[in-house]
């Protein structure tokens, strides 16, 4: 073999080469760690995991969409400030008529749109028109309400409703609230024109939003001139790009059990806050062996909320108790009528003479959903329960099975949308099978009075859902956000349907 | 060879047809409605029928199965469900994509294979080739994912040295583009590499045993000189093969790695479009990843009829 030794020298320079090439697979270094910049041209790179589909929120549903654009790019008369109050945006001012039914706004007169057109009251009365007459997202029935809207000058606005609703001017808030310009609604779904700090410039599918600061802005300007959301599909990806530098916060932890390693690395910050999404264990209250009240109430006693909180979703987050989030005028802390009790369950249970039946927990593929679907499955198991866990994936079967079609006994999933007690439980066809006329009176009692009765019959009406256990309310998921130590006006609480950027900076 | 060149172009045209059935038909028992998901958990039940009709859902399979057919032909690829934008853009900016991941990772994969592959199958005797044939059945085992998250946890978590994960066009910012670039194609280069290494080797091997290397080591040639002159370019043509066929496992790979990465190609592209049942678009990427395959494999047949003078005189 030796006539084979060059041969080989050849061969063994060329394998050299390839490990060497290997080696430069790894080389290079960088960190793109942002030198700490001034006002004129920070720029901030936010995560978040779910990307918009389009950029039209009045033809697609889906909260990613105003989670970027609310507040940032377009803006609202009113918004909600962190404590979940309605203040004023747009609109300098407000006020109601004795009988509740006529709202007068007095707008800013200096906004003006990213088209260069100014704000003028006659873009507010387009813009809440036009809700009725092109959106075709449910959320547009908020509009309903209206009767009729007229424009005294350029800076004043007033809106009649049919009849008195506290509710109409909360809705103002969120994106059916949204200003738009009436020579900027052609190509909603890419170039969004609106009133914000922030101007739309860029979207990467897949990849990532670009959001420019309009130094035009009415108001005060934020500090960032430029923040980039970038979308990821998994937790794991968005932590590795907060540990290597690509992005500077998270905006929503899907993952708390990660949060180990932030906490405990001075780099970093955690907040946490509450947000509008009460993941609920809901019953069918409409078929099945759920239309059993004792049985739905045998469901809550054998749950242990707070071991199920610790052990799926790190401990973080609020037990309610009821269809009322933490941040609502109307929050009363209800987990105290139905505190864990093996006894009291197993003796429903008998009583409900359903004690054979087998009960069908069909979850959505989300993260706590998964992970409380397991703990809610072995905790009703020790009362002496039969339960069928299915995982169903997330939009499209659970959509199709549980929410269309209400084949199932129990889900667990979280309802995002703010003040959304009526939406949930006030149709007998809703999934949840609810819909009782006494409920539905005391929604619209709560909805045409003043705001102390709105408080009064809001609360009654979560405690009769409470006491007839239309549903288990596991929690209301966290507000948890990770960034950079220097990344100051966080967001704490994420209760409107925007992510408002308005108040970051750094020190 | 005219025959067979008909019989070879009529499969290639049939397996087309068949394979735009199939994932049609697909796409038409996935349970999930893409006008339900686009709307969300709060429509009501004649808006949600209203955009089945817009869609054109409601009308019958077979009148569906054909405008897209149809669609295709022309080369249009119609509209997402979710978006509203036009699909064949949207692709064509993901397919650029793709095709950089895919080709770098293959250029890595032939970099390596092709020295390694060569001393393992002169060394197939001793230890060094033992232990590098062991180290390359290794690298066959590992998925692709797999590879990419210690690539990640190695090199951009523990160490710094490169972006974890994300994307930037060459023209934006071609040094972030490199680097960004690196670790996804290495991730799907180790089990291309591998594969290709075991067949580099054995090609080689065949080769070695040749009767045309002796004479030509007869003829005065350094044994180098013979392999590389003779030897490897016949060495090149089961190895070309292979890289052809190849490409289906990497584009299959390249879905995975894309997701792993965050990066936005074909693949990002397909796994979004299938949780919205954003059908149309998910026919589209699907039949379009179809084609490729095919079409490289009928390439490879017709090159083997060039080739191969056995096939060509009609003898068997």
């Known amino acids: 073999m030796s006539q084979l030794r060059h041969l080989r020298k050849t061969a063994v320079a060329m394998a050299t080469l390839a490990v060497m090439f290997l080696a430069a697979c790894s080389a290079g270094s960088s960190s793109d760690g942002d030198s700490s910049e001034g006002k004129a041209n920070a720029s901030l790179n936010i995560g978040l995991t779910a990307e918009p589909a389009s950029l039209d929120f009045t033809k697609n549903d889906g909260a990613a969409i105003p989670q970027a654009l609310l507040y940032n790019v377009y803006e609202t008369l009113v918004k909600v400030d962190q404590d979940g109050k309605i203040v004023p945006a747009l609109a300098k001012s407000w006020d109601v008529s004795s009988d509740r039914k006529t709202y007068t706004f007095e707008l800013v007169d200096d906004a003006k749109f990213s088209n260069g057109k100014p704000f003028t009251a006659k873009d507010a009365k387009f813009s809440i028109d036009r809700v009725k007459k092109d959106w075709t997202i449910s959320l547009k029935a908020g509009m309903d309400q209206v009767d009729q809207v007229s424009v005294s000058d350029p800076t004043t606005l007033v809106v009649k409703l049919k009849q008195p609703s506290n509710d109409w001017l909360y809705r103002m808030t969120t994106r059916i609230g949204a200003m738009f310009s009436r020579t900027g609604v052609d190509e909603l779904a890419t170039k969004p024109v609106g009133t914000g700090p922030y101007g739309f410039s860029k979207w990467v599918r897949g990849d990532s939003i670009k959001l420019t600061r309009n130094d035009d802005y009415w108001g005060d300007e934020p500090h960032f001139k430029t923040v980039t959301l970038k979308y990821f599909k998994d937790s794991t990806a968005e932590n590795n790009a907060l540990l290597s530098d690509r992005i500077d916060m998270i905006g929503a932890v ?254 | 060879m005219l025959l067979r060149l008909l019989r070879r172009t009529a499969v290639f045209l049939a397996s087309l047809g068949v394979s735009s059935i199939a994932v049609f038909a697909f796409m038409a028992v996935l349970p999930g409605d893409p006008a339900r998901v686009a709307l969300g958990v709060n429509a009501s039940t004649s808006a949600v029928q209203q955009l089945r009709e817009e869609f054109g859902l409601d009308r019958p399979l077979v009148t569906q199965y054909g405008s897209w057919v149809h669609g295709l032909v022309t080369f249009d690829l119609g509209n997402s469900y979710v978006s509203s934008a036009a699909i064949g853009p949207q692709i064509a900016d993901r397919m650029q994509v793709t095709l950089w991941l895919v080709v770098t990772a293959m250029v890595i994969a032939v970099l390596i294979a092709v020295p390694v592959g060569t001393l393992m199958a002169i060394r197939h005797r001793r230890l060094s080739g033992v232990l590098l044939s062991g180290l390359s059945q290794v690298g066959v085992a590992v998925p692709a994912f797999l590879a990419g998250i210690l690539l990640i946890t190695l090199f951009a978590v523990r160490l710094r040295w490169l972006p974890a994960n994300g994307w930037t066009p060459p023209v934006d910012d071609p040094g972030m583009f490199l680097k960004q670039l690196v670790l996804p194609a290495c991730s799907l280069a180790v089990v291309q590499g591998a594969v290709l290494t075991r067949y580099v080797r054995s090609a080689v091997l065949d080769v070695l045993r040749e009767d045309y290397l002796r004479t030509a080591r007869a003829k005065g040639l350094r044994p180098g000189q013979a392999l590389i002159r003779h030897g490897l370019r016949n060495a090149a043509i089961p190895v070309v093969t292979m890289l052809a066929l190849q490409l289906a496992t990497l584009l299959i790979g390249a879905v995975v790695v894309e997701r792993v990465f965050v990066i936005p190609g074909l693949g990002s592209l397909l796994l979004d479009s299938v949780a919205n049942r954003d059908l149309i678009v998910v026919q589209d990427v699907v039949m379009i990843l179809v084609v490729a395959v095919l079409t490289v494999n009928f390439l490879v047949d017709l090159l083997y009829l060039v080739i191969d003078p056995r096939l060509r005189t009609g003898a068997s």
């Not at chain 1, 509008?276 to 109430?297: D, I």
Request: aromatic share 8%; glycine share 8%.
């Open chain 1, 254 to 507: 899907q993952s708390p059990d990660s949060l180990g390693q932030f906490e405990n690395n001075p780099k970093y910050q955690v907040i946490e806050g509450t947000t509008n999404g009460e993941v609920m264990l809901s019953f069918n209250n409409a078929s099945g062996p759920l239309q059993n009240k004792k049985l739905r109430q045998a469901v809550k006693y054998g749950i242990n909320h707070k071991a199920m909180l610790k052990t799926c979703w790190a401990g973080r987050g609020k037990l309610i108790g009821s269809m009322v989030p933490p941040t609502d005028p109307w929050y009363e802390d209800l987990t105290g009528r139905y505190p864990h009790d093996a006894a009291k369950a197993k003796q429903l249970i008998q009583q409900s003479g359903q004690a054979d039946k087998t009960l069908r927990l069909r979850i959505p593929n989300l993260p706590y959903a998964t992970a409380c679907g397991q703990v809610v499955k072995s905790q009703l198991e020790q009362v002496g329960l039969k339960v069928k866990l299915e995982q169903l994936e997330f939009p499209a079967a659970w959509l199709n099975t549980v929410f269309n079609n209400a084949d199932y006994d129990m889900s667990i999933v979280s309802h995002v949308e703010p003040r959304d007690m009526p939406a949930v439980f006030g149709d007998p066809k809703y999934y949840t099978g609810y819909g009782k006329p006494a409920f539905n009176s005391l929604l619209q009692k709560a909805d045409q009075g003043t705001p102390a009765e709105q408080k009064k019959y809001m609360q009654q009406a979560a405690t009769m859902l409470a006491d007839d256990a239309a549903a288990d309310w596991l929690f209301t998921l966290p507000n948890l956000m990770v960034a950079d130590k220097d990344i100051t006006g966080l967001p704490k609480n994420a209760i409107s349907e925007s992510l408002d950027l308005t108040q970051l900076g750094q020190s």
